[in-house]
């Protein structure tokens, strides 16, 4: 065996698990805090070992947070699970606008399509800040504060531009002449879309509506200007942790955990669809 070739793959397998440490450390850390309290988080220098608990997350599922000052009632698994139906129905909804809208843009050609296209690419690239104020007064007047389909609403500027701009890409890669052949055999327009081009452009679509349901998921700011306490999402919920009597490390590390936990088994159940997703089309023949 070449000497050479060995200590590369050695050197190889060394560097990616030094890698993979350092992009695991801060996962396993987190993960490491949710069963601890926070006295033993607080510890200088921190231990290793330590007599885990699961005070934290009994605290988030019963919704009460036991601080200095006494108990306090926190709202953690409604949080949770508004996170779920906003971002579900946010990309459901996306899905449904952006797939045609995607398939128009890329198979008709149309005065100012492009710049309609980047038009609504540009409310992707918008700091939320900036449109915050004036949306905020247009919902008190049609009513939408406070509202979940208000909230729904708002994720569009995040799931549609990511949708649109992502599946017209592999709808340009599919050739046309495949719908037409399918057309002459008797099919209607309908038909060559929902049978022929959606099919597919499926692994986009599946990636682009992951991605778009990660992005409203993580969403901090529309939620926590537009909604109250019992409409708003995980990522606002968590503000309950920071209390009067300090910062509950324990609790926001188990609330990470229970956070983080449904989008990573949806990326890790559709990581097949998300891989071709976005390989799928990169090398154009």
Known sequence: MDHSSLAGRIFRGVALALVLAFFMFPIVWIFLMSFQTNEQILRIPPHILFEPTLANY???????????????????????????????AAVFLAL???????????????????????????????????????????????????????????????????????VRGYFED???????????????????????????????????????????????VFALILASADKQPVTVGALAFVTASGIQYGQIAAAIVLSVTPTLLLALYAQRYLVEGLSLGAVKG
């Not at 797939?99 to 008709?108: G, I, L, S, T």
């Not at 994720?155 to 649109?164: D, E, G, K, S, W």
């Not at 002449?177 to 008797?186: F, M, N, Q, T, W």
């Not at 099919?187 to 929902?194: G, I, K, Q, V």
Request: aromatic content about 16%; hydrophobic content about 55%.
């Open 96 to 166: 449904l606008l952006g797939v045609p809208a995607a398939y128009a843009f890329a198979r008709f050609k149309f005065r100012l399509g492009e710049t309609i296209a980047f038009t609504l690419l540009s409310f992707r690239f918008a700091p939320p800040l900036l449109v915050l104020l004036p949306l905020s007064l247009y919902y008190q007047q049609l009513g939408l504060n406070d509202t979940y389909f208000g909230i729904v609403w708002v994720y569009q500027l995040i799931a549609l531009p990511l949708i649109l701009w992502i």
């Open 58 to 88: 009994q605290a988030l599922i019963s919704g009460q947070l036991r601080t200095a000052a006494g108990n306090l009632e926190i709202s953690f698994m409604r949080n949770l699970i508004n996170s779920f139906a906003l971002s579900s």
């Open 174 to 220: 599919i050739s046309p002449d495949i719908e037409h052949a399918y057309r002459l055999a008797g099919h209607t327009w309908r038909e060559a879309f929902t049978r022929i081009a959606v099919p597919l452009a499926g692994p986009g679509i599946a990636a682009a509506g992951l991605l778009s349901f990660i992005f409203c998921w993580n969403n901090f």
